[in-house]
């Protein structure tokens, strides 16, 4: 199947950013993680700006440690580095992963028929027939996102990650809750769709953080997790139930667990609860 997947074409992807705030496009063959990487980067160069796409990732990083790997070219897996100094507005930095799963669904959306949605904070689902699940309730995760903070000779810097599942078939898949977008019947091209990304995430970064009402306002219109039943794990271990019925300001998300009662989750692990539950 690896022979079949074509590989990026890197002056086209390069082109597809002229104009945006991304300065270095780089695509390598095969890391462990592109985060790592970029992070490592980091510490030592201005590497503001730039972009790492990895082919084959073998140590991909996703929330709470976890690790994932895909086949060659079977994903967009890529990071970038983008300066995060928010001295005057620090609550902005909750925002970050929010708008990065924003701009995800909005570059497959440009150059596919799919309409993804977001679950809080900003895994990146696919719903309807084809891409139902056993939880009653639909929706496939087709890409996820790391943020983490570093710093650098000028100053913070952030560095985004993001995997999106583009031809992994059934059998590939890392668990069925997941999905590709050639599964929910969208053949895409991988450059087109990285470059796609890529340039709504600079729009997105330019928002950032003098705009946060216009993006909040965005992100709440693509989130599928408002208006329904939850279940959040929490990073400690504890668990809450009830209606997500916000995304506040500072991009947490509001559960009412009993009448006249809501918790603000900075952190935790979201499932969508069939109403029954």
Known sequence: MTDERAPLD???????????????????????????????LAGS????????????????????????ESPPRAQVALSVAAPANTSDQPQALGWLPLLTGLAV?????????????????????????????????????????????????????????????????EAELPVPTAISLDLAGASVDRTQLAGAVLRALSRRLDQWPGDLGAVADDYRAACATLGHRVRVQMPAGEEIEGLATAIDSIG?????????????????DVTHLRVTD
């Open 105 to 169: 669904v909005e570059g497959i959306a440009e150059i596919t028929d799919l309409s993804p949605r977001l679950k809080w904070p900003n895994d990146v689902l696919l719903f309807g027939d084809d891409t139902a699940t056993d939880d009653g309730y639909g929706g496939r995760k087709v890409a996820g996102i790391l943020a983490e903070l570093t710093h650098g000779p000028s100053g913070p810097v952030v560095v985004i990650g993001l995997g999106i599942n583009v031809s992994l078939t």
């Open 252 to 268: 947490r998300v509001v559960v009412e667990v009993a009448p006249g009662q809501n918790v603000p989750v900075a952190a935790g």
């Open 45 to 68: 160069t201005d590497c503001a700006g730039s972009v790492l796409i990895a082919e084959h990732q073998t140590a991909g990083r996703g929330r709470h440690s976890r690790q994932w």
């Open 10 to 40: 890197h002056e086209a992807l390069r082109q597809a950013v002229t104009g945006t705030r991304w300065r270095s496009v780089r695509v390598v063959e095969e890391t462990g993680s592109t985060n790592a990487d970029l992070v490592s």
